[in-house]
């Protein structure tokens, strides 16, 4: 069985950040977000990484931290650009935000062939979810059911004071499977809990803090790619008349059309480590100081490479 290969989707803008907070430094050399990532990632068992960027950011990106990776792992390049769509669609003119979470994975097919994990390159999520998301890969493989996984984090701590966020709102079954995965694009703390909406604040209505939702830490075969290939058009078609400049193709609609066809099961794999990410320049010293903190109690060197 290959060896777990391990995706980074790093080409989004970062608009919310206003800046490439993909190679915005939290460490105290000078280490990014991604540093700790990989770092734990490498531990695990992954030798492997595939970063998906965009051209335009490949110079900065390679000399924040690809060229320094590439010392310690194979470190390989894929480019998600507006204009990769299937034959007969086109960017509708003043489209700007890129396709999504699964058109960036999608822009690493070519180079993946066996199974593999999916991160974003802007969240901390700690060394025990990398561990068993490589165990699971390296142990499970797919059969006339897609066997796949995620690592799930309570609502309660992925949310931001600064703004709203987008999270994947997991319903898990009895036997520790996902049901179904609904991606909220627009989540707020408030006084008295936390809230989505979804007709840009008319209405709203309440998660629970202990939800279960998904940061993008997925665990996938080979065959995920082949669905969402085939997929992608009709969703083109679909959407692109509805909404033309935003519109975009996550992973959690995938999933969730395979669990409803009962061509996948997800397995949803426990952490004990709190997620920590930067969606605003606000987030960004609550993660400096988590990770000096487990600097200080010698979870990570301070120089992390060496």
């Given at each position: 069985?290959?060896?777990?290969?391990?995706v980074?989707?790093?080409?989004?803008?970062?608009?919310?950040?206003?800046?490439?907070?993909?190679?915005?430094?939290?460490?105290?050399?000078?280490?990014?977000?991604?540093d700790?990532?990989?770092?734990?990632a490498?531990?695990?068992g992954?030798?492997?990484?595939?970063?998906?960027i965009?051209?335009?950011?490949?110079?900065?990106?390679?000399?924040?931290?690809?060229?320094?990776?590439?010392?310690?792992?194979?470190?390989?390049?894929?480019y998600?650009?507006?204009?990769?769509?299937?034959?007969?669609f086109?960017?509708?003119a003043?489209?700007?935000?890129?396709?999504?979470?699964?058109?960036?994975?999608?822009?690493?097919?070519?180079?993946?062939d066996?199974?593999?994990?999916?991160?974003?390159?802007?969240?901390?999520?700690g060394?025990?979810?990398?561990?068993?998301?490589?165990?699971?890969?390296?142990?499970?493989?797919?059969?006339?059911?897609?066997?796949?996984?995620?690592?799930?984090?309570l609502?309660?701590?992925?949310?931001?004071?600064?703004?709203?966020?987008?999270?994947?709102i997991?319903?898990?079954?009895?036997?520790?499977?996902l049901?179904?995965?609904?991606?909220r694009?627009?989540?707020?703390?408030?006084?008295?809990?936390?809230?989505?909406?979804?007709?840009?604040?008319?209405?709203?209505?309440?998660l629970?803090?202990?939800?279960?939702?998904?940061?993008?830490?997925?665990g996938?075969?080979?065959?995920?790619?082949?669905?969402?290939?085939a997929?992608?058009?009709?969703?083109?078609?679909?959407?692109?008349?509805?909404?033309?400049l935003?519109c975009?193709?996550?992973?959690?609609?995938?999933?969730s059309?395979?669990?409803?066809?009962h061509?996948?099961?997800?397995h949803?794999?426990?952490?004990?480590?709190?997620?920590?990410?930067?969606?605003?320049?606000?987030?960004?010293?609550?993660?400096?100081?988590?990770?000096?903190?487990?600097?200080?109690?010698?979870?990570?060197?301070?120089?992390?490479?060496?």
């Open positions: 069985m290959k060896k777990p290969v391990l980074v989707m790093a080409a989004g803008m970062g608009s919310r950040y206003g800046g490439m907070k993909q190679i915005d430094p939290v460490g105290p050399s000078g280490q990014l977000i991604i700790y990532s990989i770092y734990d490498h531990r695990a992954f030798d492997t990484v595939i970063f998906v965009k051209h335009e950011i490949e110079a900065s990106f390679k000399a924040a931290i690809g060229d320094r990776l590439s010392r310690v792992m194979d470190v390989k390049y894929a998600q650009q507006l204009d990769e769509l299937p034959a007969g086109s960017v509708p003043g489209r700007e935000k890129p396709w999504g979470t699964c058109h960036a994975v999608l822009a690493a097919k070519s180079l993946i066996g199974p593999f994990a999916v991160i974003n390159s802007d969240d901390y999520y060394p025990e979810a990398f561990a068993v998301i490589y165990d699971y890969l390296s142990s499970h493989r797919d059969g006339a059911v897609y066997d796949y996984c995620m690592v799930s984090y609502l309660k701590n992925t949310v931001s004071e600064h703004g709203s966020v987008a999270r994947g997991c319903t898990p079954t009895a036997a520790g499977k049901a179904n995965v609904t991606e694009t627009r989540i707020e703390p408030y006084a008295g809990g936390i809230h989505y909406t979804e007709d840009g604040g008319e209405s709203w209505a309440d629970p803090g202990d939800t279960p939702v998904s940061m993008n830490l997925w996938f075969g080979e065959s995920f790619l082949h669905e969402a290939e997929r992608f058009s009709g969703w083109l078609a679909e959407n692109l008349p509805k909404n033309p935003k975009e193709y996550f992973l959690p609609l995938v999933v059309e395979l669990i409803d066809e061509k996948a099961e997800v949803i794999l426990q952490s004990g480590d709190k997620w920590y990410g930067v969606t605003y320049k606000e987030d960004k010293p609550v993660v400096v100081a988590a990770i000096a903190q487990k600097i200080a109690a010698g979870q990570y060197p301070a120089e992390l490479w060496g």
